[in-house]
């Protein structure tokens, strides 16, 4: 299952809204997940079963979406939300990451 | 809090075979969770290489099968990536991950990541 992220990047001030999309190439159901990707370091997870907030995570991140489409938004963009951001299908096998969208400062 | 933390060598000559461990401490690979490699070329996405459950089961990416081995080690509470023919292509940050329960046949996530370890494949 191919995943297509969009914007492959974005310019975004502090204090913005920030939507990344995600686009399964068939239906997923609601099994996925985005992580943040800062630079030199290991993803994190931020949202699973699509819309389900990783324990620890700023609510200010949220996840929507099921079937093909699926949306991360960020409510109020903070410096350290800075990153690199993508989608992973856990539908079926192999598991498949989007290409990343990367959210840089304006 | 489960840690994950990869180790082996940075440099392997191309045809040569990459050899990778991960160490798992703070929780049990005799977990009911998946054990997963992800690799990130330099500047580019993440691929999944494949995972492991305790009692031996893998699944792997059809893209790397033919040349991927992954296998666990109870008794040291760790587990271990084998890719053959390498070629400079597989130059990349590998990682390990916990997956989700084997109860989920679909769905879960990846929560705990091992930090990376650099590969250069090169002569």
């Known amino acids: 299952i191919q995943l297509t992220q969009s914007p492959s990047s974005l310019s975004a001030s502090v204090g913005d809204r920030v939507t990344i999309t995600c686009r399964a190439s068939q239906g997923i159901s609601s099994y996925l997940a985005w992580y943040q990707q800062k630079p030199g370091k290991a993803p994190k997870l931020l949202i699973y079963a699509a819309s389900t907030l990783q324990s620890g995570v700023p609510s200010r991140f949220s996840g929507s979406g099921s079937g093909t489409d699926f949306t991360l938004t960020i409510s109020s963009l903070q410096p350290e939300d800075f990153a690199t951001y993508y989608c992973q299908q856990l539908n079926s096998y192999p598991r498949t990451f989007g290409q990343g969208t990367k959210v840089e400062i304006k | 809090q489960v840690q994950l933390q990869e180790s082996g060598p940075g440099l392997v000559k191309p045809s040569g075979t990459l050899s990778l461990t991960c160490a798992v401490s703070?929780?049990?690979?005799?977990?009911?969770?998946?054990w997963s490699w992800v690799r990130q070329p330099p500047g580019k996405g993440l691929e999944w290489i494949g995972e492991i459950y305790h009692s031996g089961s893998t699944n792997y990416n059809p893209s790397l099968k033919s040349r991927v081995t992954i296998s666990v080690d109870k008794s040291k509470n760790q587990f271990s990536l084998k890719l053959s023919s390498v070629t400079a292509a597989d130059t990349a940050v590998y990682y390990c991950a916990r997956g989700p329960p084997t109860t989920m046949v679909r769905g879960g996530s990846f929560d705990y990541w091992g930090q990376g370890t650099l590969v250069t494949v090169s002569s």
């Open positions: 703070g929780g049990s690979i005799s977990s009911s969770n998946w």
